[in-house]
């Protein structure tokens, strides 16, 4: 009978273990300190148990060390549980900077995949074995959380935010993934799986996609008609977008902004926000115009463009209109 | 008064009739209208529960609709924390006990005090309409944009419920600050108060300070889902992230307005029944005032995943470890009060036996939680679910009974059935801990909290659970029935049936109206058991 029960989840990613082994210390101090009080308890309730009701106890009102001693171990146990576990968040939130990037939207009540390569999937995440992924999401509608449970990773999925979780797999097979924020009527039923690939295998699935997301960026780009302003060589009526991605820039109020995927997004929506020194607040909001997912891929084409000119890998793109079309899927008019 | 009178007087057969109960200033008569308040709230809340625990008795949603489902659990979270943990130890026990525990006639506001009842009244009118009309499917935590814009169920409904409510808990502390302040009897020196007051008074801090906040939250909400106001929801600009920083703000502190009530009774009965003064008094009195004050600055923690800075995630990890220390200095205290004590088993100390075992359990996996490395994974898991059962189940409710048990005698001046009360003491430890273990182990797992339908290999540890929570249910039940029926065939409890020190025990049970036919005078500390011959009544 017991056997059938599970007491324990899967290890399936480099990180897994870093959090049980925590677990297993936190829980064999808790285990202690517990152990101890109830032990304790249960000695004194029958030892000095009084039949009658009548004697007194002990005149015994405290003890100056003791309470120090019982404030200051039960502390510097907690400082050790403290610092343990800092230094394993601290390795959950910081990817690696070579880590693989997929990205995805979390939405009532599914969750869309889209590899850089193309290939896009639903409430399925495909991943290579050993190789360290960061997803990066956001949501389209209300809280979401992105979790899988193997791999001891979880984050919020914000509307306007974006977030990210990051794993090296160490086991191939399937796993469980979870919305974990609850998110209104089939919340339990916004859940699905990811399937751990040897890397072969995963780049012969990859290649199963259509265009590229950098490619399907270019494309918004030209349709959205940003390439009308955005001009290559600077002389547009906006600024020059190539070789921008990772770099600074100064604002119309003398601070600089680093140049990331948050504030790409927000120029993209509320561009009047953060304007770059030198142009006029011309550009209208795209806001219902294009979808997360279209932001996602206009990132990845910023992302690839080069210092100068156009990047060799979407040249051959540009044409293929007919293949973004589920990219261009209009954003929801309004959850009302 | 002449001694022809064949009936004593006393506060409950002083007048009768329905008006002098709605119109009572007396504040004992008061404590008795919160009681009849929350045990329905009690009721309600323990069938939404127990509907909860028979969907989840199967991983397919077969017992009812997603969407009911979804209501049961948000309604069972409202009516119990909004209108159950908040009020049940110091609106019940506090209202009756602390004026007679201080000697003093009333609160210092009579009737702003009956007046809070009122307001509770009203708040829960609202949130039972909305709950009737068909109920609201947040969950109790109202997170936005889901509340503000994306929910078809009565969020403002119950949203203006539990606003009117709140107001009731700051009246409450308010009344409570200025009668410990003001209306103590001659003698009775801020150290020779009972701890149950010390914990009453950090408490009416809390609510004083932090119960504004959760209305200016919900008042916010309400712009937003009703105005259209862009605050919480990013497509109106807004962020929704702000509204948990707010909800925690208050949600965090109110859990102390849970929990250090039942800490002050604990403290009481366990002085009380190993006849000996409360080792540590004055570590243990302002342990509660350090909870009450750091907790107002752990409330990022229930945010740890929700996209804020690692850094400041860091700070309030650091924090919520901190407030786990006054914790563990109050438990370590209440232990050593049982060295070479004369323990006298009767049914208030096993309720408190009963609380250790459950509120160490419940601490203790707060700090699996305030650890950031853990919480990433355990976070709205059902290893959180069992945790702050644990503590607002197991310690807050735990307490209250202890509590409730205690003062019954003074309150009705009745006896219930001691092995009755041993019996359900017994259930109710047993059957939550089978209840809510085997939750912290479908936590680990990975099993997601306010899930409807799941993997059928969490089906045994939730069968599990659902077992633990009709041995809980059959307690509870017991302790309702023993209770009753001591009204009506209960011997009489005497003044002091516990042979306990404190002043309230001084008095006739049920007391007299003005409590004390004359104001005590007090020379001594709360717990000196062993410098007198304690008297039987």
Known sequence: MLSGIPLFPEQASTLAPKVDNLYFFVTAVTAFFALLVVVLVTIFAIKYRDRTGE?????????????????????????????????????????????LEIYSTGKRWMWR???????????????????????????????????????????????????????????????????????????????????????????????????????????????????????????????????????????????????????????????????????????????????????????????????????????????????????????????? | MTTTVL????????????????????????????????????????????????????????????DTYNALFTMHGVAMVFFVLIPAVPAILGNFAMPLMIGAKDVAFPKINLL???????????????MVLGGVDTGWTFYTPYSSVYSSSHVLLTGIGVFIAGFSSILTGLNFAVTIHRMRAPGMTWFRLPLFVWALYATALVQILGTPVIAITILMLAVER??????????????????????????????????????????????????????????????SLAIAVFGFLVWAHHLFVAGISPYSAMIFSFLSFAVAIPSAVKTFNWTATLYRGAIW??????????????????????LFLASLGLDVHLHDTYFVVAHFHYIMVGGAIMGFFAGLHYWWPKMTGKMFSNSMATLAALLVFVGF????????????????????????????????SSAGASILGVGYTLVACYLLHSLWKGEAAGANPWRATGLEWKTESPPIPENFAETPIVNEGAYEYSKREVKVA
């Not at chain 1, 200051?72 to 968040?89: G, L, N």
């Not at chain 2, 009774?265 to 540590?280: D, L, Q, W």
Request: glycine share 10%; aromatic share 14%.
């Open chain 1, 113 to 336: 995949f889209q590899h850089l390569e193309g290939q896009s999937e639903i409430n399925e995440l495909h991943v290579p074995l050993g190789l360290p992924v960061k997803v990066v999401f956001t949501s389209e509608d209300v809280l979401h959380s992105l979790y899988i449970p193997a791999f001891r990773v979880k984050a919020d999925a914000i509307p306007g935010r974006y977030s990210s979780i990051w794993f090296t797999p160490t086991k191939a097979g399937e796993h469980h993934l979870f919305c974990a924020e609850y998110c209104g009527t089939k919340h339990s039923g916004m859940i699905g799986k990811v399937v751990v690939m040897e890397p072969n295998d995963y780049q012969a699935w990859l290649s199963g996609g259509d265009l590229s997301m950098s490619a399907r960026g270019e494309q918004l780009f030209q349709q959205l008609g940003c390439v009308s302003c955005h001009l290559n060589n600077g002389s547009g009526r906006g600024p020059s977008l190539a070789g921008k991605y990772g770099t600074q820039e100064t604002l119309a109020n003398g601070t600089t902004v680093a140049v990331d995927d948050r504030y790409i997004r927000e120029s993209i929506l509320t561009p009047q926000m953060k304007l770059v020194v030198g142009y006029q607040p011309l550009m209208p909001t795209f806001q219902g115009l294009v979808n997360e997912e279209g932001v996602m891929s206009l990132i990845e084409y910023i992302k690839s463009l080069p210092s100068t000119g156009r990047p060799a890998a979407t040249t051959q793109a540009g044409a293929a209109v007919q293949g973004a079309a589920p990219a261009l899927a209009p954003a929801d008019g309004g959850p009302r």
């Open chain 1, 55 to 99: 004697k007194v106890g002990s005149p015994i009102h405290g003890s100056i060390p003791l309470e120090i001693g019982w404030t200051i171990i039960p502390f510097f146990v907690a400082m050790v549980i403290f610092a343990w576990s800092t230094i394993v968040f601290f390795h959950i939130v910081r990817a690696p900077d070579q880590a």
């Open chain 2, 345 to 366: 088993w009767r049914a208030p100390i096993l309720w408190v036996f009963g609380f250790l075992g459950l509120f160490l359990i419940g601490g203790l996996t707060g």
């Open chain 2, 226 to 287: 009703g105005l259209g106001f862009g605050i919480f929801d990013p497509r109106l600009g807004g962020d929704p992230v702000l509204f948990q920083h707010l909800f925690w703000f208050y949600s965090h502190p109110a859990v102390y307005i849970m929990i250090l009530p039942p800490m002050g009774v604990i403290s009481e009965v366990i002085a009380c029944f190993s006849r000996k003064s409360v080792f540590g008094y004055s570590f243990v009195a302002f342990s």
């Open chain 2, 116 to 130: 809070s009842w009122y307001v509770f009244v009203i708040g829960f009118v609202f949130t039972l309409a909305a």
């Open chain 2, 7 to 66: 009936r004593r007087v006393n506060y409950l057969n002083v007048k009768y009739g329905v008006a002098s109960w709605l119109l009572t200033k007396d504040h004992k008569r008061i404590g008795i209208l919160y009681l009849i308040v929350v045990a329905i709230a009690f009721l309600l809340g323990g069938i939404f529960a127990a509907a909860v625990r028979i969907e989840l008795t199967t991983p397919q949603g077969d017992f009812v609709s997603a």
């Open chain 2, 433 to 464: 801990n089978l209840t809510f273990f085997p939750q912290f182990i479908l936590g680990y797992l990975g099993m997601p909290r306010r899930y409807h339908v799941y993997s059928p290999e969490f089906q045994v540890l939730n069968v599990l």
